[in-house]
């Protein structure tokens, strides 16, 4: 999954996703002008096999969904234990000897 949100392109279309969901891949493409619809593709594809979007076809179109759950996942087991502070007296003003 790391390797799959390193790119800034793929970052920002996790963040299209969370804002909008449902995207087709022609809206997802007006948001990255700099690469080509194929080149979009292949980013979604390569987040949809990390588990990171899911996709649901409606018709002839194929819509786009964020799974936030790996996400969380990562932040439940990693993030969210190194925020707490590994001393307990930590930012708390030094006492004064004396």
């Known amino acids: 999954m790391f390797r ?3 790119d800034p392109s793929r970052r920002q279309l996790l963040d299209a996703m969370r804002e909008s969901d449902g995207r087709t891949l022609g809206e997802l493409s007006e948001l990255l ?4 619809r194929f080149g979009v593709a292949k980013h979604l594809g390569v987040l ?4 990171l979007v899911v996709t649901r076809k ?3 179109s194929k819509h ?3 799974n936030p759950v790996p ?3 990562i932040a439940d087991r990693w993030i969210d234990r190194y925020r707490r502070p590994f ?4 930012g708390r003003p030094a006492r004064r000897s004396g």
């Not at 001393?87 to 930590?90: R, Y």
């Open 4 to 6: 799959a949100i390193a």
């Open 33 to 36: 002008p700099n690469l080509t």
């Open 48 to 51: 949809e096999s990390a588990g």
């Open 58 to 60: 409606v018709g002839r």
């Open 64 to 66: 786009h969904y964020l």
């Open 71 to 73: 996400i969380q996942d």
């Open 87 to 90: 001393f307990p007296d930590a």
